[in-house]
């Protein structure tokens, strides 16, 4: 494309590496990096080394059935482009002629820009008469000093200014232009309209070639029999829109001309020939029986064939006789009757305003036929099918060959910014048509997911039994706990139940949001890398302005354009327009997350395999009830019903998510008011009459609003007299002409249920204000007012039970239960230690006990509890034994010479006690001393003699 500029990446969007203990809970990790990531719109998380899912699917049964995308038809200025070539090729179809496209300066002539410029000039009368058509080649970035705005004026003239004559409502049919000298000779436009595409199959492989123009600079001729017609003689002009000069008309060989003459099923056709010569030559007969023109040309380019049908009515004069014009009623001049291939009416070409200066070639049209045909609504654009299935074998080798022999080298080794910077200029190219295959929602419940899952399919391995269970899974992820998605009992395909995504090189898919403005997450299970484009939700209206603004002939057709997931627009040029733009490359392995309402766009670089889900957190509701009153007033279709998501949440708060449940309760209090204030205005109108409906049992299109489509939950307005007719509550006036007395209201739930539902969430919302209330107070009360350690239990039980969010007062009171209950086991120990008897201290050997020291700090310690224990004052009792077993002891030693049978008594006594006293080695060593001195004594009142061996002991 002439003006297209090399594409320059955008910035890097933000990407995390969460540690395994952040990977393990993914709601609480994303809910973490929300608010960094949530400002880009989209983010990528690259998971723990050794979190490698292995892949699933079962390739050898994997078969599926690819779309087809044509790349430069999803870019949306192209394609607006293309839009504008389609309608000028039709106008000049209609009247028999072939649409050609120009060359200036060796560049086909953007004729949309040509327009638009001439438009804001002015108009071709402004321009002409200021003559300022210089201007128009400067502003179209041609070089000042050529003649180029002269050549432009021709080329507006010849190709441009009868379709916009027409369009105003003037003239339908131009007076003939001059021919034009030009140095470059023009092409021929094939339309790009679906109709036509899709009369031609693609061919399984050789479709997808390097290079396919769709301005052809040759076309396969066709032949007819053209020695009769005395028109073809006179021609000096051929072609309408823009016309020919000099071409050369090949006679048909007349063993192959039809049989009957006078049949009107099979028109002739004729070959046009351009040729070049170094002068102008009169029409002469070739001496094969070709009849050929020549024309000075000095550009050494090849030449350019045309086909062209001769008209009906040049069959012959018994077929002329019977029409008659319709304008003078006459039918006499036949040599001037032209019919019209549409109503089959004749017209003199004098008749015609302005009148025809020759009988025009191929089908012609009249002008209210052309006026109708150009009324006709544009096609809607989207997305065929190909023709043939795949495996994932087959489809990854056309995919390899389509990128090797593309770029001209092993796939490997193209680099992906080679790729991305091609994928751009291809979109804006009109004059090339790349087209390739992407295997694109397809549903992971019919062929399976790449993620192991318990759907029965087969046997699963130990280490496929492990991922089943893992978070990350996209098939766990939309039910967990804190995911509302889990609240909806439908299988939804692509939102509750992933989709399968098999790419291949440029494999496009376009701008578009969420259904219901959910998250997204992708996983990219291997294969080439995803590159992935993304717009923060606070610039999601930003880019519709600018697309509209820009291409606003797309929008008036389809307003929900943005919906249908089959309109790009390059980076570069909504960066240009103030749009935040970033990028990613998406490799094997790795994960991208799309943030509510965050527009997001991409490409694949090969063959590759994704898979894709919706989920949405608590966060997402104001979000969710926000594309609600969006696609009301777009009267796009639901896929859920959000007022019975809430309710339905409602009506089972004891099982929510705290944080789901608080959230849940502000969007149903937002929810209960309006729907007071909707049926107000019912009653406000007269309309009194109600009946109770489960909408819920009802299917989605019997409960959708005639007006806005939405799909109705908590009331609905109906009528009587009209019982197919519904509308939801902000419709009231489109239900029917009917009188308000015979419409009546359906309802869900009654005012006064609703508060009561309402009630619950509040309650389950506050659940935990009021528990921790609880525990506060129970941390701060001292002394005697302390709670029992069986009261903390209760309190922790009850945050989990009820889920409580994980916060410093449930640590807090964790860890109190947690020492209490140490302290408890401990103070049971030395308690039943002191109760046993024991031997002596002096048999006790390695034996340990706590000194009076520690026991005393063990006692401040049961006392700083958050709880009380009843084992403290068992454990006081122990030390006020102590203190009485001190005070004996330091009577008995007082006493000189001490009693032995007084110290082996105290000895005996500290034996039960479960401390290690001090005063017991002092009791031992004076009980061994007492012992020794009435030993001595004994032996010396002794009347027998003592031995030496007794001495000796003694000693």
């Known amino acids: 494309m002439s003006d297209y500029e090399e594409f320059v990446l955008p910035p890097e969007c933000p990407v995390f590496e969460p540690s395994w203990e952040e990977f393990s809970n993914p709601m609480d990790y994303i809910a973490k990096i929300r608010p960094i990531a949530e400002k880009s719109g989209i983010c990528k998380i690259r998971p723990p080394l050794d979190w490698q899912p292995p892949f699933a699917v079962e390739v050898d049964n994997f078969k599926f059935t690819p779309r087809i995308q044509r790349l430069n038809e999803l870019e949306a200025q192209t394609r607006v482009k293309l839009n504008f070539l389609d309608q000028i090729a039709k106008f000049w179809e209609l009247q028999g002629s072939t649409l050609k496209i120009p060359n200036v300066e060796r560049k086909i002539l953007d004729l949309y820009s040509l327009n638009r410029i001439v438009t804001e000039e002015g108009g071709y009368e402004g321009i002409c008469r200021d003559r300022r058509w210089s201007r128009v080649a400067q502003r179209l970035g041609y070089p000042p000093g050529k003649g180029i705005g002269s050549l432009l004026r021709s080329h507006y003239e010849r190709v441009i200014y009868p379709f916009d004559t027409f369009q105003s409502g003037a003239s339908l049919v131009s007076n003939p232009k001059a021919p034009l000298d030009s140095e470059e000779k023009d092409r021929e436009y094939k339309p790009h309209s679906i109709p036509l595409r899709q009369s031609v199959q693609p061919s399984k492989i050789n479709s997808y070639g390097r290079r396919a123009k769709r301005l052809q600079t040759e076309t396969e001729p066709t032949e007819a029999d053209i020695a009769k017609n005395p028109e073809l003689k006179k021609l000096q002009i051929y072609g309408a829109g823009p016309k020919m000069v000099g071409l050369g008309l090949v006679v048909k060989d007349r063993s192959n001309k039809r049989k009957d003459k006078d049949s009107l099923d099979c028109p002739p056709t004729l070959v046009v020939k351009e040729e070049v010569a170094e002068e102008a030559q009169p029409l002469t007969a070739a001496p094969d029986g070709a009849v050929k023109i020549k024309e000075e040309r000095t550009s050494p380019e090849s030449c350019t064939k045309m086909t062209m049908r001769l008209r009906k009515g ?45 009988i025009p070639r191929g089908d012609w049209r009249c002008p209210k036929c052309v006026v109708e045909e150009c009324k006709k609504p544009p096609e809607a654009f989207g997305f065929e ?48 048509d790349v087209t390739v295959e992407y295997g694109a929602d397809i549903h992971s419940k019919e062929f399976g997911s790449g993620f192991p899952n318990k759907d029965g399919r087969r046997e699963l391995s130990p280490e496929e039994e492990a991922y089943t269970r893992s978070g990350w899974n996209l098939n766990v992820m939309p039910v967990l706990d804190q995911s509302v998605l889990c609240h909806i009992n439908a299988d939804i395909s692509g939102m509750k139940v992933p989709w399968l995504y098999v790419g291949m090189c440029f494999a496009a898919f376009c701008w578009h949001i969420e259904d219901h403005w959910s998250y997204s997450i992708n996983y990219l299970h291997w294969g080439e890398p995803k590159t992935w484009y993304g717009v923060p939700s606070c610039a999601a209206e930003q880019l519709e302005a600018v697309m509209k603004k820009l291409t606003p002939e797309l929008f008036e057709c389809q307003p929900d354009l943005l919906h249908q997931l089959v309109t790009i627009m390059n980076p570069n040029i909504l960066m240009c327009h103030g749009v935040p733009v970033v990028r990613t490359n998406q490799c094997a392995g790795e994960f991208v997350i799309t943030f509510p309402r965050a527009y997001h766009s991409g490409f694949n670089q090969g063959y590759n395999f994704a898979e894709a889900v919706n989920f949405c957190t608590a966060d997402w509701l104001p979000a969710g009830r926000h594309c609600i009153e969006h696609y009301r007033r777009l009267c796009r279709y639901c896929v859920f019903s959000h007022e019975e998501l809430i309710c339905k949440m409602a009506a089972c708060s004891e099982r929510l998510d705290l944080n789901l449940a608080a959230a849940v309760h502000k969007e149903m209090f937002i929810m209960v008011q309006e729907e007071r204030r909707l049926r107000k205005a019912l009653l406000d109108k007269g309309i009194t009459e109600a009946e109770r409906e489960a909408f819920e049992l009802l299917p989605d299109d019997e409960r959708q609003c005639d007006k806005c489509k939405t799909t109705c939950f908590l009331s609905a307005l109906a009528c009587y007299q009209c019982p197919e007719g519904l509308v939801c509550l902000y419709h009231i006036d489109d239900l029917c002409k009917c009188p308000p007395s ?32 609880k525990v506060k107070l129970t941390l701060e009360l001292e002394g005697k007012e302390k709670k029992t350690l069986a009261e903390l239990k209760l309190l922790v039980s009850e945050a989990e039970e009820k889920k409580f969010p994980d916060n410093h007062l449930l640590h807090q009171l964790r860890d109190g239960v947690r020492e209490a209950e140490k302290c408890v086991a401990e103070a049971l120990q030395l308690v039943c230690s002191n109760q046993q008897p024991r031997d002596p201290p002096d048999v006790e050997e390695g034996a340990t006990k706590p000194t009076v020291a520690e026991v005393r700090a063990f006692v401040e310690k049961m006392y700083s509890l958050p709880c009380s224990i009843g084992q403290v004052r068992d454990v006081e009792e122990l030390l006020e034994q102590v203190e009485v077993f001190q005070v004996r002891t330091r009577l008995a030693l007082r006493d000189l010479p001490p009693q032995c049978e007084e110290l082996q008594q105290l000895l005996r006594e500290a034996g039960r006690l479960a401390v290690e006293l001090p005063e017991v080695a002092r009791l031992q060593r004076e009980a061994r001393q007492t012992r020794w001195l009435d030993t001595v004594r004994s032996a010396l009142a002794s009347t027998t003699r003592i031995t030496l061996s007794t001495m000796r002991c003694l000693l």
């Open 314 to 358: 040049a069959a012959s004069a018994q077929f002329m006789d019977s029409y008659v014009c319709i304008i003078c009623s006459r039918s006499d001049g036949d040599e001037k009757l032209v019919v019209c291939e549409g109503c089959d009416e004749g017209y003199h070409t004098y008749c015609l305003i302005p009148p025809l200066p020759d």
């Open 742 to 773: 015979k419409h009546y209201l359906r309802y869900r739930y009654t005012l006064d249920e609703l508060p009561a539902m309402l009630h619950k969430l509040k309650l389950r919302a506050e659940s935990f204000d009021t528990w921790a209330s």
């Open 385 to 432: 099918q190909a023709t043939r299935e795949y495996t994932l074998q087959s489809f990854g080798e056309m995919a390899d060959a389509f990128k090797s022999d593309y770029f001209n080298m092993p796939v490997h080794m193209v680099p992906t910014e080679l790729v991305e910077k091609e994928f751009w200029r291809l979109v804006s190219s009109i004059e090339e």
